[in-house]
């Protein structure tokens, strides 16, 4: 199994302000990864794939980056309607998942 | 617009086995991957496997094969999982997801289902 070590566990920030979530393959994957966003009480959704393409209709503050075994997400100019639980998913391998990211506001 | 509608929340004994639905709709089901995938409660996320309605043909997570079945209907677009010789642990929710044009991404996700798992 590929295992995925995503980081931190949990952040709070302000609005405005840039966030980043880490993500760390037990090995490298060759940018198959893809960040989703979960909201309470909803699905998780698709906002990057690829490591940096954007989904469709995602907005553009979000973006990814990375290579190897060492990808991140960047949230830019944080909104309110971004906070929720954040998943970084490799697929260059059978499917697995990081442990998740809670996002709140400060 | 594509949509996977997933059969309701189910309340089931030890022991028990569950099978739920998937139904696609706005693309032609024939042609992505099904997933599935399972959160427990709080917690992070589990691929359990994947069928390819066209054929058939299916792939597991190791840890899934022998508790999860995989099967679909052509005929009404739909993709079901039955879990099987149910235990507290396989209280969760379960989405289906389909795939984009690669394989293993999940550009569409169902509403989830509950599954509890008491006597």
């Known amino acids: 199994d590929i295992q995925m070590t995503q980081s931190p566990a949990s952040l709070s920030a302000s609005l405005g302000e840039t966030v980043t979530i880490e993500c760390r393959a037990s090995?490298?994957?060759?940018?198959?990864l893809a960040w989703y966003q979960q909201k309470p009480g909803k699905s998780p959704q698709l906002l990057i794939y690829?490591?940096?393409s954007l989904h469709t209709g995602v907005p553009s503050r979000f973006s990814g980056s990375g290579s190897g075994t060492q990808y991140s997400l960047k949230i830019n100019s944080l909104q309110s309607e971004d906070v929720a639980s954040y998943f970084c998913q490799q697929y260059y391998d059978y499917p697995t998942f990081g442990g998740g990211t809670k996002l709140e506001l400060k | 617009q594509v949509k996977l509608l997933q059969s309701g929340a189910a309340l089931v004994k030890p022991g028990a086995s569950v099978k739920m639905s998937c139904k696609a709709s706005g693309y032609t089901f024939t042609d992505y991957w099904v997933s599935w995938v399972k959160q427990s409660h709080g917690k992070s996320l589990e691929w359990i496997g994947e069928i390819y309605p066209n054929s058939g043909a299916t792939n597991f997570n190791e840890k899934f094969k022998g508790k999860a079945t995989l099967t679909v209907d052509k005929s009404t677009s739909t993709a079901y999982m039955e879990l099987s010789r149910l235990t507290s642990e396989d209280s969760a929710i379960y989405y289906c997801?389909?795939?984009?044009?690669?394989?293993?991404?999940?550009?569409?996700w169902g509403q989830g289902v509950m599954v509890t798992v008491s006597s």
């Open positions: 997801t389909r795939s984009g044009a690669t394989e293993g991404i999940a550009h569409y």
């Open positions: 090995e490298d994957i060759y940018n198959g």
């Open positions: 690829n490591a940096n």
